[in-house]
């Protein structure tokens, strides 16, 4: 195995760490926590995503180099396709819609409930599949 592909099958696996830490462990129990008011918890979340994202992107592209020089097989390279994609629209797409409504809530307006958070979380599992099925396939190839 090269050391470029050892990096590839490191990243796609903290990445995937990350995602699934943050995503589904910590963003749901933040509001669970005694005290967390709905502001509160908003306020953190944004932080948090905005860092998570900002790192993703980094790995992403730390991913990608590492592939340039010797391409994984045509099914890797869908499945980070995938998890970039899936990225590219949570960033792109669903952040900016979300940021709005929780600067509507952190302003103290009652701001309807947002279908984005499910949009949000219906990409990230995506992410998730993606990133497996990556670093699966990296590893057996």
């Known amino acids: 195995m090269s050391p470029a592909r050892a990096v590839a099958i490191a990243v796609v696996f903290v990445w995937l760490g990350m995602v699934l830490a943050i995503s589904f462990l910590e963003a749901p129990l933040k509001f669970r926590a005694p005290n967390v008011t709905l502001q509160i ?3 953190i979340g944004r932080l948090v995503f905005r860092a998570l994202n900002a ?3 980094v790995l992403a592209v730390v991913i990608l180099l590492a592939t340039i020089a010797r391409p ?3 099914v890797v390279a869908a499945a980070l396709a995938v998890a970039f994609a899936m ?6 797409a669903v952040r900016p819609r979300l940021t709005r409504r929780s600067d509507q809530v952190l302003a103290g307006l009652d701001a309807p409930r ?3 958070h499910y949009v949000y979380i219906g990409l ?4 998730v599949l993606a990133l497996a099925a990556a ?3 990296l590893l057996s190839t």
């Open 41 to 43: 918890g908003l306020g």
């Open 55 to 57: 790192v993703e992107v």
């Open 72 to 74: 994984p097989p045509a």
């Open 87 to 92: 990225l590219a629209l949570q960033i792109g």
């Open 114 to 116: 947002s279908r984005g």
């Open 124 to 127: 990230e599992a995506i992410k």
């Open 135 to 137: 670093g699966i396939l």
